[in-house]
């Protein structure tokens, strides 16, 4: 079930996804930067979401620049009539020389790196690639003129992005840190509800965190480990 809106609420209300499947999220590959498309099955999680929403009124879209996520709104958007606004600051964190890598390839390149990601997250600095704080800073950054764009309506709208990017700001929603990020579950095609009752200047509210009933019997988060 849909959390409802409180009737005095004075703020946005923002439907956070996770994009649907790829097939390097299926194989376990590092795809970070690289554009990998949905897969068919990612396209029916973006479908599924899609069911899942109609009843609800959408009044605007924003997603990361990648296709991924932009493949999952635009469907998610489907016969609606809004424009998609793509923000390059949500894209997924830059795994830099790991990306297409397998873990057990990284594990042997990079000895140490793979299990300090799983415990320390925070510490680690991806071979040409980004850290955790990168993320955060443009991730943050990005919500924060999104927050400007749509001001103080009650309008409800579509964040697409991916599971580094989404869990960074849900860190930065609850008032977690960096070394947080692994409590935090995003499924693909997962769906987080997140409202400002008392305005975009107020505190906001996590009233569904990773919704994933409508895919057919509850996806896991099964990129907790870090193929992102």
């Known amino acids: 079930k849909f959390p409802p809106l409180h009737p005095q609420n004075q703020g946005p209300r923002f439907l956070l996804v996770r994009h649907g499947e790829t097939d390097w999220n299926r194989a376990g590959k590092f795809q970070g930067q690289i554009d990998v498309p949905l897969n068919e099955f990612g396209r029916k999680q973006a479908s599924l979401a899609a069911e899942f929403l109609k009843t609800i009124h959408i009044d605007f879209g924003f997603t990361s620049s990648m296709l991924r996520p932009k493949e999952t709104a635009q469907i998610i958007l489907q016969g609606r009539d809004i424009t998609l606004v793509e923000d390059a600051n949500l894209r997924e964190i830059g795994h830099g020389l790991w990306e297409g890598k397998y873990e057990a390839e990284i594990k042997a390149e990079y000895p140490g790196e793979l299990e300090r990601w799983h415990t320390h997250p925070e510490s680690v600095?991806?071979?040409?690639?980004?850290?955790?704080?990168?993320?955060?800073?443009?991730a943050t950054a990005a919500w924060q003129q999104i927050?400007?764009?749509?001001?103080?309506?009650s309008q409800t709208g579509i964040v697409v992005a991916h599971d580094a990017t989404n869990k960074v700001l849900l860190c930065y929603l609850l008032g977690l840190g960096l070394a947080d990020i692994w409590k935090i579950k995003q499924g693909n095609g997962a769906v987080t509800v997140i409202d400002y009752p008392e305005g975009i200047e107020g505190q906001p509210v996590i009233q569904a965190l990773n919704l994933t009933s409508y895919l057919s019997g509850g996806i896991l988060d099964r990129t907790a480990a870090g193929a992102l």
Do not use: A, I, K, T
């Open 125 to 138: 600095q991806m071979p040409e690639g980004e850290n955790l704080q990168d993320v955060w800073e443009r």
């Open 147 to 153: 927050l400007s764009q749509v001001g103080n309506e």
